[in-house]
């Protein structure tokens, strides 16, 4: 392998390990910020970069609207003012995540239960990658599906590398 491969290689790695630690720690240190105003954190994205972006996504039963992105937004931008956790300049969004919200952890599976989602996992299982259907239930280890077929298919939480809600019409 050429040498200035190994060197972008290794560049690309440095700045993958530093977002996803960047990303847990803003994540641990806001959740209690968001949990306060009875709003869950869905997720956190971090774009490194000389300008950078943070996007924080919230939700809550019913909703967020633009006035709770705001006092989110105002909250957490002190907050990480202080701390000082992001060196370059960034931009902060906070946002809902949206009509097709991803589907992160065995909550949020639990919590739509009855609804349609769309799966795309790691490697295929009886010959596919992805699977949609109506969540029918889960357990620590997996989640269960009802395609439009009628067929039932487990899906282990371990195999799944993205989840998402899908529009119904």
Excluded at 28 to 35: F, G, H, K, W, Y
Excluded at 55 to 81: M, P
């Amino acid at each position: 392998m050429p040498f200035f491969w190994q060197i972008n290689i290794h560049k690309i790695l440095e700045i993958s390990n530093k977002k996803s630690i960047i990303n847990e720690k803003i994540q641990s240190l806001i959740r209690p910020i968001v949990e306060a105003e009875k709003m869950e954190l869905v997720d956190v994205e971090y774009k490194v970069g000389p300008n950078g972006v943070l996007r924080i996504f919230i939700d809550k039963t019913g909703g967020v609207n633009v006035s709770d992105c705001a006092n989110i937004s105002t909250q957490v931008g002190a907050f990480l003012e202080i701390e000082n956790i992001i060196e370059n300049n960034y931009v902060l969004e906070v946002s809902s995540p949206g009509l097709d919200r991803p589907l992160k952890n065995k909550a949020d599976y639990d919590r739509n239960k009855g609804k349609l989602i769309k799966v795309s996992l790691y490697a295929p299982l009886e010959g596919k990658k992805t699977f949609t259907g109506q969540i029918i239930s889960t357990d620590d280890q997996k989640v269960i599906l009802k395609e439009k077929s009628n067929k039932i298919i487990n899906i282990p939480f371990a195999d799944i590398a993205k989840g998402i809600l899908e529009i119904e019409f």
